[in-house]
């Protein structure tokens, strides 16, 4: 699939033209991923605005470690074909506060965040269309971000495996 | 006597585990508990240690009495945590996708995309891929109704078999031709392009294989 037909399916870019979809197109990598690795870690900077144009990644947050040491990451949300992930290259300070791990071979659109924004900058009609879909997302992330944190209060940690 | 292999299935719905079970008996291991929650399946793996678990991606977290279904993310956060707390478990996450109505007769296969089409998914290749220092493996699979199974491979030959077969009736053709001596001449060519056809399958069997290991994807040392 090309490049401008995976942007004008995700989300974010549906609602821009034919025009403003290629010169987003012309700034966009593809790269890919096998099962199991990392797209991004948490902490590093955030440089590419990502679309998932094939594929299933899951975006975790890394718990603090519990009192015998072990510690582990918690899934909040999985995103899917045409969603996008890396929305931190976009909103300061520019760097990941999840990691990525992905569940199945995956096809990502890398989307260079510095020259989005200064498109976004210089054309305020793509720029509110992306920002305006992006909120969105954002919000959607942090709803799933609450129900994941008040779900992980009865997970049994591995600390208390000694329980059963 | 070999040893049954002991198998924790966990997904949330009720379809999913029994084609997950389906797939498990079908080779002769054993499903010794079914989960349809992040606590039940880490409950059921620390006090059964299975020899393996099958574990849906989409699996809820679930909260209270009424045991309210919250973010159904945790397929891969009990994976994990059965992964790094067991040792001898080997830990597989599916991704079982499935169109339309999966309607529960069991009539469903799981299939994996290969080089040469659908192939069906074997529990044992995943569960061997699963072995250690990995110990934990993200696989992909369609939920397919027996009609089409059937078509991608069920019980028919795939297409490196049937390579395969064709090869061998060469060789065997080619030899018989050879030893009445009337038609050696056409015999020795006969058989020896049965035996490159055959040599073609294998390969091609072992290619296909590989290949659908390295989908499968193996998780590294220095993952989560």
Redesign the interface.
Known sequence: MKIEESLKMCRVFSELNQADVQKIAVMTELKEY?????VFQKGEPARKFLVLQEG?V?L?RTLPATQSG?Q???????VSTNEVIGWSALVEPHVHDLST?????ARVLHIDGIELKKLMLHEPKIGYGVMKELIKVIASRLE?TT??L???????M?AA?GA? | MEKRIGVLIASEQPQVRDIFEGMVKKEGAMVIARARD??SA??LA??LRPDAALID??LP???GLDANR??R?????AA??IS??MSRTQVI?M?ARHSGAVDGTGEYLLTRESAWGKMPLRFRELYRDAARPAGL????ADAVTQPVAAEAGGDRLSTPERFMLVGGLGIFAGWFLTLTMVGALVGIPLAAAGALTMLAGLAVRRLSSRRAR???????ST??
Request: aromatic share 6%; net charge positive.
């Open positions: 096998e099962a199991g690795a990392a299933k899951a975790q072990v582990r990451s918690i899934t909040i949300d999985i791990l992905c569940l199945q071979q799933e129900y994941v008040a779900s992980e209060r009865l997970v049994a591995p495996a059963f | 992040v606590n880490l409950r620390r006090h991606t989409y977290h679930v909260i919250l973010s993310t945790g397929g891969l956060d994990t945590i790094g707390e996450l991704d493996i993200f696989a992909s390295q989908r499968a994807g193996r998780r590294g993952g989560l």
